[in-house]
């Protein structure tokens, strides 16, 4: 386990071609065919020709790449911007790739065929110029799905153990006879069988070919042990997933080559192997002849082949979504369908694979509710305290009535997993369409107080002046009808890309293992799935719910801040040059003498002795003026004026129920929209790393955060901001209505290794965990470690490898993020009990 662990930490990630080439080739074949069958033809050529690699030591196998951790290009979804990047992927800032000039040429000469063809190309025809304008100004993106393939899935791994890719077959000769030739969709659903019975075949023949090449290894190898391995390896590989697996052995192989084939169909992220626990459990108990030792090394194998996986974006994607990150979430824990308790042996193993490997995949979580029992809440907490940021943990008793709110049934509402980062769905029942898009709130803030403008131009609406507001209602009139404007083009532009797809990449492979896709006789792209959701992201919440506090406290409340003047510095970016932050970087400070003048002004003619409100006061003398530090300083004690402002985090129900009402307007506007497979959309407020990287799309806000500084992470107070603990932080947190962002949200706490230590630091833990979900939070995840300790990591790369942090919903090497993702993380609040 520890070589195959050093292949992945030691790997330089590579870019390469044979999956492009081979899909190119498919595509020029097969011209004139329908959709579907030219994606069975692509699957079957991919499955047939891509080099098989065994990699050394391994006891589970197949591999997308023959480098670790490299990728393929899926050039039927997009390509443009590979070959933009030739030259400068390997030197970009995050998730840099190498491409080989041989690499580079292959690519270049397929991707001679794409243009015009790819789903991104048709999408793009299908938006209005409007759309594409609110995209190009930062108020949202669809870039996951609109350049490359759908993912956000979890598949029925249960059922191809249990009947095998055989089983799949022989259901789709079965539907093909019982079809109606009278029926209008005959011709649709009998060219879905068809490209079935085409993927399957294929996808049995790519696992004889890692039989074959097991077989031939073992002949070679004249170490005993691992001749026997690799005869084992080929006596699986023979078996399944052809057939239903018969051992524990046999059942770790399967899931993995269904994984495994999902990557190679379609360039999609976040396929997740969601409840491995409850699938896994049953072979276990019924596997005699397995050893508890050899069970968890197989599992151990599992968690480092996850760690294989990747994928690369263009140079803009890669940062938001910093860390190589592929998100395979794997979910432990909860509940059965009928309302027991899930937790089992599998779940502890799964605990100890997270320890004995300490890598960053899989997004590992456990499932929550009111009688689950306490050891396995101290077990998750003592993985925890290890400083992985995982696992991260869900609340049943929200997720599952805000499952039901949205049309799933109660049994499979209760049998959720989590896909990607924290989204829920019904498994393998679901074509959620989850991380959508993002969409930045406090851009759409900041384009309220400029009227609908983003610069010059009038992107959205014109809804006023801030000059003219008499009132926060004001405000909120003018945030509801922006709001409502751009979540209509979100809702174009998602559905622009959800047709692209149904009609140029419909997935054979994937749709057989997702309810009821068989029955219907459609792909999950054309609507088979069960349970159909849209779900775009938000973020920024916590910084439009701080600076229209802050408005609201200062300008009308207060009256000590005129709009004018707040207006003026927001303008001006309070003096700071463009991208300095508020730590220098071209402020003007107050001098000593000018803030103890201040401060005997207030004294004189305040009788009061709350240090807050003297604090408060001593700002508002700096703001007025007086000549201090010329305009610069003028708007630099204005910004320390917002600054002073009570934030979101610190459990201050005036503050908080603002923060809820921004999102709540978000998450409405949101659920009002349906998908063109018939379902709905609904809302989630989770960021991946894109607070960083669209943070620089927003100029300074009322809050006192300067121009293109990061927001803060999904559902968390800004960094720095909850200063009052960890449980008046979650109480904040938890008063944001959870249900309705029923896409998922995300909240991240930074904890001291000193704070868990010890039996004591493990009960602290847990209690902030149930009283959270108590109070109706939905998700909470942590990182354990010391600001030090990341400081250093900057500093010595080399020397800390292995260290693996959580950045948003999912953790990565802390060394390979982009130093401003790195500056993020470094910049949260450090909690302690």
């Excluded at 209008?184 to 023949?205: D, G, V």
């Excluded at 509402?413 to 406090?442: K, L, M, S």
């Excluded at 979540?487 to 293992?513: G, Q, T, Y």
Aim: glycine share 8%; proline share 4%; net charge negative.
């Amino acid at each position: 386990m520890i070589r195959l662990k050093n292949q992945i930490l030691n790997a330089r990630p590579y870019v390469e071609s044979e999956r492009a080439v081979l899909a190119t080739e498919a595509y020029k074949e097969t011209e004139g065919l329908p959709a579907i069958v030219r994606r069975a033809k692509v699957a079957e050529k991919i499955f047939n020709e891509l080099p098989i690699t065994i990699r050394d030591d391994e006891l589970i196998v197949g591999a997308i790449t023959k480098n670790p951790r490299s990728t393929e290009i899926c050039p039927e979804f997009s390509f443009d911007w590979v070959e933009k990047e030739f030259e400068t992927m390997a030197t970009r800032m995050a998730d840099p790739f190498e491409i080989p000039k041989e690499t580079a040429a292959a690519l270049h000469e397929a991707f001679k065929y794409w243009p015009g063809k790819t789903t991104s190309d048709l999408a793009a025809s299908y938006m209005s110029k409007k759309t594409h304008d609110c995209i190009n100004n930062g108020v949202f993106t669809v870039g996951n799905y609109y350049f490359g393939g759908v993912g956000h899935v979890c598949v029925d791994y249960a059922k191809i153990m249990k009947i095998g890719f055989r089983g799949v077959i022989a259901q789709a000769v079965k539907e093909l006879e019982l079809l109606d030739r009278m029926d209008p969709s005959y011709i649709k659903k009998q060219q879905f069988y068809n490209a079935i019975i085409i993927t399957y075949n294929a996808a049995i023949n790519f696992a004889h070919r890692y039989a074959d090449k097991a077989e031939e290894l073992a002949q070679r190898e004249n170490n005993p042990t691992r001749k026997q391995e690799l005869q084992q390896i080929a006596q699986n590989c023979r078996r399944v997933p052809e057939n239903g697996a018969t051992t524990f052995w046999e059942a770790c192989q399967t899931m993995w080559f269904v994984q495994c084939m999902l990557q190679i169909e379609s360039s999609g992220h976040s396929i997740s192997p969601g409840r491995f626990d409850q699938y896994m459990q049953p072979y276990l108990e019924a596997d005699k002849s397995i050893s508890r030792e050899f069970a968890q090394e197989l599992v151990d194998c599992i968690w480092i082949k996850l760690n294989d996986v990747n994928k690369t974006r263009d140079e803009i994607s890669a940062q938001a979504f910093a860390g190589y990150a592929v998100f395979q979430n794997l979910c432990v824990g909860g509940q059965t369908e009928d309302g027991l308790d899930a937790t089992n042996d599998v779940s502890y193993m799964c605990m100890e694979a997270v320890a004995h490997v300490r890598l960053p995949a899989p997004s590992f979580s456990i499932r929550v509710w009111q009688d689950t029992p306490d050891e396995f809440l101290y077990r998750a907490a003592e993985v925890v305290r290890l400083g992985l940021g995982v696992p991260a943990i869900y609340n049943d008793e929200v997720i599952i009535p805000a499952l039901q709110n949205r049309g799933v049934s109660l049994a499979d509402a209760r049998d959720y997993g989590i896909v990607g980062c924290v989204e829920p769905q019904a498994i393998h029942r679901t074509e959620g369409w989850h991380d959508a898009a993002f969409f930045n709130v406090a851009k759409v803030l900041e384009i309220t107080l400029n009227n609908g403008k983003v610069g010059d131009l009038q992107l959205g609406p014109v809804t006023g002046e801030m000059s003219g507001w008499k009132s926060i209602d004001d405000f909120f009139g003018a945030f509801g009808k922006q709001m409502a404007f751009f979540v209509k083009h979100l809702a174009e532009a998602d559905n622009c890309v959800d047709i692209a797809h149904a009609e140029r990449a419909p997935l054979p492979f994937l749709s057989a293992m997702v309810d009821d896709c068989m029955g219907r006789g459609m792909s999950v792209q054309e609507g088979g799935a069960i349970y159909n959701f849209t779900g775009p992201q938000a973020f920024g919440v916590a910084d439009s719910g701080d600076s229209v506090y802050a408005m609201k406290k200062f300008v009308f409340d207060d009256k000590t801040l005129s709009m004018a003047d707040l207006k003026e510095a927001l303008d001006a970016n309070f003096g700071l040059a463009q991208g300095a932050t508020a730590a220098g970087n071209g402020a003007s400070e107050p001098t000593e003498e000018q803030v103890y003048a201040a401060v005997r002004q207030v004294l004189v003619n305040s009788n009061s002795t709350d240090m807050s409100t003297l604090k408060d006061e001593v700002y508002r003398t700096l703001a007025a003026g007086n000549g201090i530090g010329g305009s610069n300083g003028k708007y630099e004690n204005i910004r320390r004026m917002l600054d002073s402002a009570p934030c979101f985090g610190n459990d201050i129900d005036e503050v908080d129920m603002i923060a809820r009402k921004c999102a709540q307007i978000y998450c409405k506007e949101v659920e009002k929209y349906r998908n063109p497979r018939g379902g709905q959309f609904q809302a989630g407020i989770y960021p991946v790393s894109a607070n960083v990287l669209f943070g620089k799309d927003v100029g300074a806000l009322p809050d006192g955060r300067p121009a293109k500084a990061p927001l803060a992470d999904g559902v968390s107070p800004r960094q720095g901001k909850d200063v009052k603990g960890p449980t008046a932080a979650a109480n904040s947190v938890a008063k944001l209505d959870h249900f309705i962002a029923s896409n998922g949200t995300l909240y991240n706490q930074k904890f001291l290794p000193s704070a868990l230590a010890g039996d004591n630091g493990l009960q602290n833990f847990a209690s902030l965990v149930r009283s959270y979900f108590d109070h109706k939070g939905m998700h909470m995840q942590f990182n354990v470690i010391d600001r030090a300790t990341l400081l250093e990591a900057q500093k010595n790369p080399e020397a800390h490898r292995d260290l693996v942090v959580r950045v948003a919903g999912y953790s990565a090497q802390f060394v390979v993020l982009a130093k401003e993702v790195q500056d993020d993380i470094i910049s949260r609040t450090e909690q302690v009990f």
